[in-house]
């Protein structure tokens, strides 16, 4: 009987940031100028300002393009975020391995850096200054 109820405890507290953090995060894209069409290198996009929904596990190129403008090219990455990890380490101490291998293949420990991306677009023809 209690190794039952323990491994049902332990099946409870595994995967402490999948169940607290979640899987996906919003990703926030702004333009100067505003209304830019901004795409991933994982399909989705929107006209900025605006926010997609993202995997934590997943890394990407945003592309923001605007007519009159030179398209900008940003690569948003991921690590681990300081909640993640807090969430990581309760996972070592309650959960043990199997919680600490649940976080990581969901990607719940991660955070996408930059959130938002900011980009500020130069018009068409306008070379960025020599060094």
Excluded at 9 to 14: A, D, E, I, N, T
Excluded at 20 to 31: A, E, K, Q
Excluded at 45 to 59: A, Q, R, Y
Aim: hydrophobic share 40%; net charge neutral.
């Amino acid at each position: 009987m209690r190794v039952t109820l323990l491994l049902v405890l332990c099946v409870c507290l595994c995967g402490c940031a999948t169940i607290v953090r979640g899987t996906t995060s919003t990703v926030g894209f702004d333009s100067v100028p505003s209304g830019a069409e901004v795409r991933t290198s994982l399909g989705p996009g929107c006209v900025t300002p605006c926010s997609l929904v993202i995997s934590k596990k997943d890394e990407f190129i945003a592309t923001f393009t605007k007519p009159g403008y030179a398209p900008e090219q940003v690569e948003v990455k991921h690590e681990v975020s300081q909640a993640g990890a807090g969430a990581t380490t309760a996972n070592v101490l309650l959960g043990g391995v199997i919680g600490l291998g649940v976080d990581a293949a969901s990607g719940a420990v991660w955070e996408h850096v930059p959130n938002p991306v900011k980009v500020t677009l130069r018009p068409d023809g306008m070379r960025e200054p020599r060094r």
